[in-house]
């Protein structure tokens, strides 16, 4: 399995509370991103990064928070304002800029808001 | 921004019949779609891909083409096995010059029964 790593697989958090869901990849890739996915909806963007210390947001930022310091780690962290944060997260990483690639995806984390 | 819309939502095939699940995407500058097989429990994987300048590519059992004029293109599975049983979901890319990013379908859950 190895090159990206998610943890931890499963997290509880009471409402109110932030929380951060760690990233890391040892792929050399310059691209990462996260993804919620939910039951129906497919895979939506929450945030990606093209380059350390780059973000950009995706179409549902909002009530999340990212920071790319170190090429290898891309943290996500669901704050209080996000409200309905219960869902599984991905995040994944490609090689490149200037050349569309295959996105290696971690093995997930599952949030549930107790 | 891209859309990419995925369909059926749900799909049961026989052992040995085929499958074919058809993706439309709204940015006309898209150039790179990939598909993923997510088995249950696990993260998804790149299965094939395509770019804007090959209408068709086959590895073994799947396939898929593209139609740049109507902006859909399918991915096709003959032979289907047991072990097809997954969620799929196909993606979208738009031009890597400025964002290298994936947009993703709904996903489609394929069951093949024996």
């Known amino acids: 399995d190895g090159g990206i790593t998610q943890s931890p697989k499963y997290l509880f958090r009471k409402e109110g509370q932030n929380v951060t869901l760690s990233c890391e990849q040892n792929?050399?890739?310059?691209?990462m991103y996260w993804y919620r996915q939910d039951p129906g909806q497919g895979l939506r963007l929450i945030y990606y990064s093209q380059i350390v210390n780059d973000f950009q947001k995706g179409d549902i930022a909002e009530g999340y928070s990212v920071s790319r310091e170190k090429k290898e780690s891309f943290p996500l962290t669901v704050t209080s304002a996000q409200k309905n944060p219960t869902a599984f997260y991905l995040c994944?990483?490609?090689?490149?800029?200037?050349?569309?690639?295959?996105?290696?995806f971690g093995q997930g984390t599952r949030l549930t808001v107790v | 921004g891209e859309n990419v819309e995925q369909h059926p939502s749900t799909l049961s095939v026989q052992e040995g019949d085929s499958a074919v699940i058809k993706c439309t995407y709204s940015?006309?500058?898209?150039?790179?779609f990939p598909w993923y097989k997510q088995e249950l429990g696990k993260r998804p994987q790149l299965i094939i891909d395509i770019r804007s300048n090959v209408g068709e590519k086959k590895d073994q059992r799947i396939a898929v083409t593209l139609n740049k004029t109507a902006k859909h293109f399918s991915l096709h599975i003959t032979e289907t096995q047991p072990e097809d049983s997954a969620v799929y979901f196909c993606?979208?890319?738009?031009?890597?010059?400025?964002?290298?990013?994936?947009?993703f379908g709904t996903g489609t859950r394929l069951q093949v029964f024996p």
């Open positions: 940015d006309s500058a898209s150039n790179y």
């Open positions: 994944a990483s490609s090689i490149s800029w200037g050349e569309n690639t295959e996105a290696f």
């Open positions: 792929l050399n890739h310059d691209a």
């Open positions: 993606a979208a890319s738009p031009p890597s010059y400025n964002t290298d990013k994936l947009i």
